[in-house]
DNA sequence: TTGTCATGTCATGATATTGTGATATGTTAT
DNA sequence: ATAACATATCACAATATCATGACATGACAA
């Protein structure tokens, strides 16, 4: 089957003699990560920027505030897809909007948004 | 290819008002986005930080280095799960490798990879 | 009211991703 | 060589995601 950690302790000192003995090791790096729960929504999170649309989205937002009509043009995209995609932008606090009679205008939620976005171009360019 | 805004021409003075002309508008935010090939890549990237079990581990490494097995035990996770998604965090860049004997001792491959799994953890945590 | 425009929601088929069992590779000790 | 171990790869069923067509809503003008 699997590697059963309980004997752990009577071959550990083959093992990963890099490292502290194994238990040390685990249970020092266990306690310091967050619970099961943040890491789900920070997957959920981390989701939304795995789109090329959504992306699209985002890049054209952290230049200037646009409304859905100006993006799907920008992008070439149907109204569908982009209002879909603003869609789960939105319910995942990633861009915000302001109604302004039929139109609305859609805005990133904070600088976090950009900060990602940047960080990660920055490291796919070098 | 041009954008079909030809018939925006008749009818822009009713829309977007709030914001310049749909025309200027769109011209000035398209030359400032990266290519379309960049956004593919991005969203390749940004993908791996989509699942749990990659970000566990991006913030196990975060911590400290680590071999495979360590891994498996603190995640409690069966070992071809482990391998499998740090073969994908390897091929994306997250996370690099140092044969040592028959471990393998993984790191996060530069500060980039802390800096986005930390900027995301604040921004869902606020 | 009727029509048109900007946007939003739903349903769906095509495609991609996930975790895992089976199996393979490579290392070290005996 | 044989065994035990650490890690990697392959194949696949279950599940998730994507773009889009069809339809709905809500604003404004005639």
Do not use: W
């Not at 943040?38 to 649309?53: D, H, Q, R, V």
């Not at 992306?55 to 043009?73: A, F, G, H, M, P």
């Not at 009679?101 to 939620?109: D, E, F, I, N, P």
């Amino acid at each position: 089957m699997e590697m059963k950690n309980n004997n752990l302790e009577n071959n550990n000192e083959g093992m990963c003699e890099i490292f502290d003995s194994h238990e040390d090791v685990v249970s020092r790096v266990k306690e310091r990560i967050p619970e099961e729960n943040e890491f789900a929504e920070l997957s959920e999170f981390f989701k939304i920027f795995g789109n090329p649309t959504r992306l699209k989205i985002i890049s054209l937002l952290s230049i200037e505030d646009l409304c859905v009509c100006d993006i799907c043009e920008a992008l070439d995209l149907n109204q569908t897809t982009v209002s879909n995609q603003l869609r789960i932008l939105r319910a995942n606090n990633i861009v915000k909007y302001q109604k302004e009679g039929k139109m609305a205008r859609y805005s990133l939620t904070d600088l976090h948004i950009e900060m990602i976005y940047k960080v990660g171009l920055e490291h796919i360019l070098e």
